[in-house]
C-alpha cells in the first residue's frame, strides 16, 4: 500500500521548487533509499515513495494537476509488487545516468518509452542464501520483435518522419495568459511523441517491435544474501515498444529461515537447551551451524542466559565475503518437569547435601510455572528445580 503522504513532503521541498531543485531531492533520496544499496527495513518503501513523487512532480502536466486536486488529480500509481506491475522507474535511471544532459537542455528531447521494468520472486534455501547459488529463472516477457527488429515496420520499409511534428515528437501550443505567453509542450498526437511513424506494420508483432516470449535467465546470487534482497538485472526487463531500451529486471529474494537457526543479517542464533547436570558438570553438545553439526564445550557451573561465541560461523557479509559473522549459542537450562523416582530420590539427596529447605507448600505460590526467564535471572538453580517439584 503505498502511503498517502503529500508529494512535496515526500521529497522534502517546497511547493515553489523548481525543476532543479525537484530533481536534485530526488536524486539525494533514491540514493539514500535505493534497495541495491540500503538494505534497511522499508528501504524499498521509502524509495518507491519518493519514486512516486517524482514522477508527478517532475512532469509540468501531472503536477499541475496535482496542485489543484491532490491525489485525484494525477490517479494512482501502480506498483503493486505483482510480475509484471512494477513500472515507473524509467526516470530514476535516467536520473543516475544520463541525468545531467538530458534536464538541462529539456526540451528538444525524444521521448522515446522505455520498456517496464520486471519483477520475480524466487525462492532460497536457507543454504543457497548462506552461499550463494547459480539459479536458472524462466518467465515470459517482452521481448524484441524478430522479424522487424525492433522497429515495428514490415520488412523492407522503415518508419518514416512523422510530418506533423517534423519528427520532433513534440507539439507546441502557445496560450496568452494573464502572467504572459505560456508555452504548453505535449507529445505529438499523431506519432504518439515518437517523431516517427510506422506506415507498413511489422505482421509479427502489429507494429508494437516486441512480441511476448519465454525467456530464460541466469542468475547469479552473492553468498550472504538476505530474505527480501533484490537483485538488479540491467537491460533484463520488458523490452521498449517500437526500439524502446528495455527495462530492468528485479530478483526479489525470498530465502526460507533454517529449522533451528535463526538469522539476524550476518549473525546467527541458536538457542541450546542443556540439562541440570549437564550445565552443572560441564558437557560437550553438538550445535547445528551452517557447516554442519560442531561440538560444543559447556563450562561446569554455565548459567542460563550464558552466550558462547562461534565465531566465523554465521553468515558472509554481502560484500565482503571473507568476512563471516558469527553463532552466537544461547545457552538455557531445562529443569525437568517429570521425574523418575530414581531421579527425584537423587535430586532430594542433592537438596539435602546443599542445605536447601525442601519442606513448601503443597500448592505452587507461583502458578503457571511460565514466567519469563530473564524476570526470574536472580533465582538461583536449585530453586528453579524446587519449583518444579513441588
Ligand atoms: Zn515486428
Ligand atoms: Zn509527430
New binding site residues.
Partial sequence: MATQRDYYEVLGIPRSADDSEIKRAFRRLAQQWHPDVNTEHGADERFKEVNEAYQILSDPQRRQAYDMFGRAGVGGLGGDGQFGGFQGFGDLFDAFFGGAAAGATGSRRQRQPSGSDLRYDLRLTFDEAIRGAEKEIEFSAFAR???????????GTEPITCPQCHGTGEQRQIRSTMLGQMVNVTACPRCRGQGRIVES???????????ERKRTIRVTIPAGIDDGHQIRLSGEGEAGPRGGPPGNLYVVVHATPHPELRREDTELYYELMVSIAQASLGARVMVPTPDGAEPVEIKPGTQPGTEIRLRGRGVPHLRRTSIRGDLHVLVDVKVPSRLSARQRELLEEFAVESGDQLDLPAEDPDPGGGTNRRGRRQKGLFDKVKDAIS
Fill in positions: 520483435c524478430e522479424t522487424c527488429t525492433g522497429s515495428g515496420a514490415a520488412p506494420l511489422c505482421e509479427t508483432c502489429r507494429g508494437d517491435g516486441r512480441v
